[in-house]
């Protein structure tokens, strides 16, 4: 399984014989380098998405014509870029699972918002969501936009991932001590990867706080574009 991160919450991941792009908010994203894009966009054969702020969403319909893919998420949001845009999707909803190939995507929920920008201001979009991903005998939890929640102990019952992928930047979502009590207390992840910061200033520029407070973990902090086994 690779991991690559593409800044900010943007992520692709190979699973189970599957490119997945979740959240590409490439142009425009101060992380990631416009001379990478291709490279980050090769072979993808699906996108997911969380939620619809502008920072996970903003380009997505655009690289799902440019490439020919399919759009998994929300199934309010999804209906609307069907009708209006003409992609491909398939929408569905928290406690629902879809089959990409061989790996299995459930959406589970997040606490957060979710809008995109109208010329007559914010549109709601459907609920924020994240994804428990299983393939290649792993479960991998992105976690989307969230803070902390009572539910990831539901989660944890339900799915045991062993890999969590976790917003951590603070201000918009969980910070690094929030993301760490997560992992020490509702999860049991043998792998942290935390997302969601250093992009801007108000955000954590560091994983060291969450290095710190979860001996015995792998957390990972890779750099934009560094791909890894996970």
């Known amino acids: 399984m690779q991991y690559t991160w593409l800044g900010h919450a943007s992520i692709r991941l190979e699973i189970g014989g599957q490119v997945l792009l979740i959240d590409p908010w490439l142009a ?7 001379a990478a894009r291709d490279t980050a966009l090769s072979g993808a054969t699906a996108i997911l998405l969380t939620h619809g702020h502008g920072d996970h969403a903003s380009e997505v319909v655009e690289i799902a014509k440019e490439r020919g893919l399919t759009v998994y998420g929300i199934y309010d949001l999804m209906s609307y ?8 999707v398939v929408g569905f909803n928290k406690g629902g699972t879809v089959q990409i190939g061989d790996v299995a ?4 929920n997040a606490t957060h918002s979710s809008s ?4 007559h201001g914010p549109m709601y979009a459907g609920a924020e969501a994240g994804f428990m991903i299983a393939g290649e005998g792993r479960t991998v939890y992105v976690s989307g936009d969230t803070d902390v929640m009572a539910d990831m102990g539901v989660l944890q019952a339900l799915h045991a991932p062993e890999i969590g992928i976790l917003a951590a930047g603070g201000h918009f979502t969980m910070d690094m001590r929030r993301a760490a009590y997560a992992a020490s207390e509702l999860f049991r992840f043998s792998t942290v990867i ?5 992009t801007f200033p108000l955000l954590e520029q560091s994983a060291e706080a969450l290095v710190a407070a979860l001996p015995g973990v792998d957390v990972r902090a890779p750099d934009v574009m560094e791909t890894i086994e996970i």
């Open 105 to 108: 995507v459930t959406m589970v």
């Open 28 to 34: 425009g994203n101060p992380s990631f380098p416009d």
């Open 116 to 119: 995109i920008g109208t010329d």
């Open 194 to 198: 935390p997302v969601h910061y250093k």
């Open 81 to 88: 870029w069907a009708e209006a845009h003409g992609i491909e």
